[in-house]
């Protein structure tokens, strides 16, 4: 966080698995950091992807909703990819 707040430039790489044919893509821009919202994407994400009858995955989404997070917002100016 303090990085970003010095110096707000990011990028983030995404590639395929080992063993799988090569290709990635990849985003670079600038970054802004926000706290409206995050509650919000938390809840929606966990719902998506955890089965939120599950005890321990219910306590860990009210664990994260009652800290502060931050969304790290990736505004990208360029983005490349490849496949083989």
Known sequence: MRRLRRDPR??????AP????????SVAGRTTLEDDGVRELCSRLAARYWDLTDGRRARDLENML?????????????AH???Y
């Open 66 to 78: 009652a800290t502060d997070e931050v969304r790290i917002v990736l505004h990208v100016q360029s």
């Open 81 to 83: 990819r490849f496949a």
């Open 10 to 15: 990011a990028s983030l790489v995404v590639a």
């Open 18 to 25: 080992v063993g799988e044919r090569e290709r990635w893509v």
